[in-house]
């Protein structure tokens, strides 16, 4: 999702106007709208198995979770992305009538083609941001694949890579699912051999 060269800087309040054309979706970086790209029928099938597994988990405690249709503010920076999941503890986000969440404690991309780059890199970079953020997790829509960052300190990140077999636990949830939850119906191959060289931490630049 690259800002089209072309394009011309806008307000968040010019911003908030075009996002609220139901015909596309638009995330806001640095002063441009970046039109979002859609997903396949897989992708979105993923997100949705975690958001009814989540919900399930976590209907009596004070943490909810949001779609792909509630914005997330990156305040530090004054922009605004759409993750596919996102988890707030927080009491302050839980406005119904609020159009973005401040203090998510955990975001989940699914990848695509077009957005693993994205999602991997400069979007990460930016939730870092986040001082609430304890968990960012990336579960692929090509093969049975999920990935954790935590937060251990606040320029240090924990990373765990999960194959097919193993329960994925969600630390700052007290949840964990089984890849059949998460990927039910969505027939897609196991990828055990990404296994083999796991980073035990990362460190941001």
Known sequence: MAIDPKARKMTVEEYFELDGDPSAKYEYIDGYAVVMSGGSVGHARIAKNIVRKFDDHLQEGPCQTHTSDVKVLIATRGNYFYPDVAVSCDPNDNDINAQFVRSPRLIIEVLSPSTESKDRDAKFQQYQMLPSLQEYVLVSARYQFIECYRRQSDETW????????????????????????????????????LLKEMREEYTTL
């Open 158 to 193: 924990l990373y765990q890579a999960y194959r097919p077999d193993q329960l994925v636990e969600f630390k700052s949830l007290n949840v964990q699912l089984a890849f059949a939850e998460i990927y039910a119906n969505v027939p897609i191959p196991a990828k055990f051999d």
